[in-house]
């Protein structure tokens, strides 16, 4: 079965720069979500889109900004990036109101 | 705000053992799902088990049970048979049900990290 898909898995940058994350929702889900998970923390929720409109919000930087597309891909910018900004970002999708299913996260490190 | 609180930090169990991880939350919602994840060392975040609040019915799948207790808001999640694969950091989440159609975000407890022992 497809599951979510996140590119890249691993991603370096230096502070200031600008990091792009990918992910690609399980076919025909309908709900994408960002969390950040810090070392040792519990994942954070930053931003969701239903049918392609943000729908919730979270505690996202204003540095951060993202988008769901019309093949349903969405994508999370991150600029001026920062030291603490390091960290695995997971996308998940889901149908309607049923389970989220996690991709395998993006490990950004900033140096 | 819904949140969900692991009081149980760290947990050790021995194989072919049963252990109990506890989950309490705080919500004034009446329809919600409540979800156990588990999270290996390779961090990918797996689902193990959901359940419904309006049902009664504790939710099970293979050797993955909860005890759901509405009334005191407690999801209990019960591994029996404990294998070497069990260790892993399991996360509670809260699920709201209302505004059912939009995207409503999973609220995680803290966590509680699994060692399976021999």
């Known amino acids: 079965a497809a599951g979510v898909i996140q590119s890249p898995r691993h991603l370096i940058k230096e502070k200031r720069e600008t990091a792009t994350l990918k992910c690609y929702p399980i076919?025909?889900?309908?709900?994408v979500y960002w969390y950040q998970q810090g070392p040792g923390q519990d994942p954070q929720f930053l931003i969701s889109?239903?049918?392609?409109?943000?729908?919730d919000k979270g505690s996202i930087p204003d540095r951060f900004s993202a988008q769901q597309f019309s093949d349903y891909h969405s994508e999370l910018n991150m600029s001026s990036l920062e030291l603490g900004d390091s960290a695995l970002y997971f996308c998940?999708?889901?149908?309607?109101?049923?389970?989220?299913?996690f991709g395998q996260g993006t490990r950004l490190t900033v140096v | 705000a819904q949140t969900v609180t692991q009081s149980q930090p760290e947990m050790s169990v021995q194989e072919a053992e049963t252990v109990t991880l506890s989950c309490t939350y705080d919500?004034?919602?009446?329809?919600?799902?409540l979800f156990w994840y588990k999270q290996p060392p390779s961090r990918q975040m797996i689902l193990v088990i959901r359940?419904?609040?309006?049902?009664?019915q504790n939710a099970t799948e293979n050797r993955f049970s909860v005890n759901f207790q509405k009334a005191a808001k407690s999801f209990s999640l019960k591994i029996s048979d404990s294998q070497l694969g069990d260790a892993a950091m399991y996360f509670c989440?809260?699920?709201?049900?209302?505004?059912?159609?939009?995207?409503?975000?999973?609220?995680f407890g803290t966590g509680t990290r699994l060692q399976v022992t021999l």
């Open positions: 076919p025909r889900h309908d709900t």
């Open positions: 359940q419904e609040a309006y049902k009664q």
């Open positions: 889109f239903y049918e392609k409109m943000q729908s």
């Open positions: 989440a809260y699920r709201s049900l209302v505004n059912t159609g939009t995207a409503s975000k999973l609220t």
């Open positions: 998940a999708s889901s149908l309607e109101a049923s389970e989220a299913f």
């Open positions: 919500t004034s919602e009446s329809d919600y799902y």
